[in-house]
């Protein structure tokens, strides 16, 4: 048994032909998709913007305009974010005339007391036209909270006056003396002109606000899931090496397998020491192929090593047990690589079209999905990569054993029970 699982493998070795699939098509498909979604992550980033500003007079008036766009600014000291990139203009005619030039992406200029946007052609790109939507949610923001404050200074302009203000207007009560409405709209004004900062960022403390909540252990990534079924399909492609070499002691097939018929071993030692062989150069082309992916290419796999490389050697199990019982069927080899195909278009590999499809099987007929040794195979490091339980990945294993052991043990009773007329 030991000798044919070692004369097995080294027949697998010295065969380049059937290494291919489980090796060089993960190796070659994944440099294709490393040039194919290099930019795909930095399309979705916002990038600064150049923005002009007309700096005029309306503009100075305009209450708190310049402190909010300066917060955004990157050459500010004070900045907190990076959204803009500011260039001030004297005049608009300037601002219009960087703008055609391409300079700046658009400018802001205030007109009839409120801040409004003016952008090119250019800007209306779906390049450009991203980056800008955080100029108008900056500016939607400003023309927010400014009402807010104008419509408290008209029901209850003590609301604006600092802690400072407020113990003035409490001392001049408790003293007896009631301020008049003259002089409660001096101390706002003199608040809110040696305070716009803190006043505007009181208003957007208080205002509803959008937190980021990390609901994964490691951030999601667009391209994974083809990396992922990549890898699924690469080890469908290697039960072909198993069905090669169970073929090659079937009686039928060739006059080596009738002599391996007629040989001393038992049919089922035979079966389990080349399907063992079979396995083993398959997991080792698959593990080749992950560190590739990892390492050059540089896909995330997470921080559990062990796991992935079990996972990875359970699926080609899967697969290595499933092309040992279609060889017992004396079927053509040509159907291994079209029941891969096909298990990995309900995996996603093929585009967005095929995932949609995946998901509402999925959804649907979750059994059915799960029949997807493929899609259980992605599902593997998906579940290592973004679930802090083990539990997912566990389950999936648990399936991946059952259909090796189902597929090993069919391929092993069809293996015993052959008869042949004569040889």
């Not at 916002?46 to 955004?72: I, N």
């Not at 391409?102 to 250019?122: C, K, M, Q, T």
């Not at 698959?286 to 090593?305: E, K, N, P, S, T």
């Not at 590999?349 to 059915?368: F, K, N, T």
Request: glycine share 6%; net charge negative; aromatic share 12%.
């Amino acid at each position: 048994m030991w000798d044919n699982f070692k004369y097995t493998l080294l027949s697998i070795v010295r065969n380049p032909a059937l290494l291919f699939w489980p090796l060089g098509f993960p190796i070659i498909l994944s440099t294709l998709f490393s040039f194919m979604f290099a930019n795909l992550d930095e399309s979705f980033q916002l990038q600064p913007v150049a923005l002009g500003v007309v700096q005029d007079e309306t503009y100075e008036s305009a209450f708190g305009l310049d402190d909010t766009l300066r917060s955004f600014d990157g050459s500010a000291a004070d900045s907190e974010q990076h959204f803009f990139d500011l260039t001030y203009y004297a005049a608009e005619d300037e601002a219009e005339t960087a703008t055609a030039e391409g300079a700046i992406d658009g400018y802001v200029i205030v007109a009839d007391g409120a801040p409004v946007l003016r952008i090119s052609a250019a800007g209306l790109s779906n390049e450009r036209r991203l980056n800008l939507t955080t100029v108008t949610m900056v500016l939607d923001g400003y023309v927010r909270v400014l009402n807010e404050i104008e419509t408290v200074m008209e029901e209850d302009p003590t609301l604006l006056l600092d802690d400072s203000a407020q113990a003035m207007v409490a001392e001049l009560v408790n003293q007896g003396s009631q301020p008049t409405d003259e002089d409660i709209e001096a101390l706002v004004q003199y608040v809110t002109a040696q305070g716009t900062p803190d006043v505007i960022a009181g208003f957007q403390t208080d205002a509803v606000r959008t937190e980021k909540l990390k609901l994964t252990k490691t951030d999601p990534d667009s391209s994974a899931r083809y990396y992922y079924a990549l890898l699924g399909m690469a080890a469908g492609m290697g039960m072909h090496i198993a069905y090669e070499v169970v073929s090659a002691f079937m009686a039928q097939k060739s006059p080596l397998g009738a002599r391996r018929t007629l040989a001393g071993m038992s049919r089922w030692r035979m079966l389990v020491s080349s399907l063992a062989a079979s396995w083993l150069a398959a997991f080792s082309c698959l593990a080749i192929g992950m560190a590739y992916m990892h390492f050059v290419v540089d896909v995330d796999f997470g921080d559990r090593a062990v796991p992935c490389l079990f996972a990875l050697g359970l699926s080609s199990l899967a697969f290595c047990a499933l092309g040992s019982l279609i060889a017992t069927f004396n079927l053509s080899g040509n159907l291994c690589v079209a029941i891969t195909t096909v298990l990995a278009f309900f995996a996603g590999l093929y585009g967005q079209a095929s995932q949609r499809i995946a998901d509402l099987i999925a959804i649907v007929y979750p059994g059915l999905a799960a029949l997807n040794p493929v899609r259980q195979t992605a599902q593997l490091f998906y579940s290592l990569l973004y679930y802090d339980s083990l539990d997912p990945y566990l389950h999936i294993c648990a399936v991946l054993t059952v259909m090796a052991a189902a597929f090993a043990t069919v391929a092993v009773l069809r293996m015993r029970r052959q008869r042949y007329a004569y040889l």
